[in-house]
């Protein structure tokens, strides 16, 4: 629980707590950020980890010298893209075993194949779009991987999604995080960022909701007549 507790103050106070950070570990700062960025990319199990939020710090703290833009844009880029492709492979080793039955209750092989047709048809603009969106982009690549999405094509839209996520945050930060306004709010700014970087995810499963919920509607409708 306290982990949770800090974790929740951490992306809130990001304005506190990354001038803590470089101040004490200086240039290893590079070094923290970047596992930050690919374990919150690259393992299932750690999506609570900041990734818009400490994006948008870090420029900030970039555009006044505390760091060098270039190192972060380069590295976090890296970290983004190599992330996702680590987990892309946990799940495409994974698949295979886990819906390997064909009777099994929550693992049947035509998930898997079902799976595979989706990020066949729609699975380049779901990597890209995922990057947006937290936890999702945490799942997106591994259940990519189950999927058994085609590598090169998965690369193509993991490098553009990861280019694009990092670049809009981190240059964000760098050239509006030390507007006046901006900066005597930032942790106004921060939980703005959070909530804006969730809303599609809960647009998108209250559509989601709605529809199977007509749909439920008109088959008992169907049902009555």
């Known amino acids: 629980m306290e982990i949770i507790l800090y974790l929740i103050d951490f992306f809130i106070h990001l304005d506190k707590h990354l001038p803590v950070l470089i101040a004490s570990f200086g240039i290893w700062t590079y070094v923290i950020v970047f596992l930050v960025i690919f374990c919150e990319t690259g393992l299932v199990v750690t999506p609570v980890l900041p990734g818009d939020s400490l994006l948008f710090a870090l420029g900030t703290l970039a555009a006044l010298g505390a760091l060098q833009i270039e190192v972060l844009l380069i590295l976090l880029v890296i970290a983004a893209i190599a992330g996702d492709s680590v ?38 603009k779901t990597i890209v779009i995922a990057r947006f969106m937290p936890f999702i982009r945490t799942f997106a690549p591994f259940v990519a991987g189950i ?12 490098v553009a999604g990861g280019i694009a996520w990092v670049s809009i945050f981190l240059l964000g930060g ?21 909530i804006i970087s969730v809303m599609p995810g809960f647009i ?21 007549e």
């Open 87 to 124: 987990n892309y492979s946990i799940g495409h080793f994974l698949g295979p075993k886990v819906f390997h039955y064909e009777e099994s209750r929550f693992f049947q092989k035509k998930y898997l194949i079902k799976t595979h047709k989706f990020y066949e048809k729609h699975g380049g």
């Open 147 to 158: 999927g058994t999405m085609h590598y090169p094509l998965f690369l193509f839209y993991n």
């Open 174 to 194: 760098y050239f509006f995080g030390n507007i006046p306004a901006i900066k005597s709010n930032f942790t106004i700014v921060i939980v703005a960022i959070i």
């Open 204 to 224: 998108a499963y209250v559509r989601q909701s709605l529809k199977n919920k007509t749909a439920r509607a008109a088959e008992q409708t169907q049902v009555n």
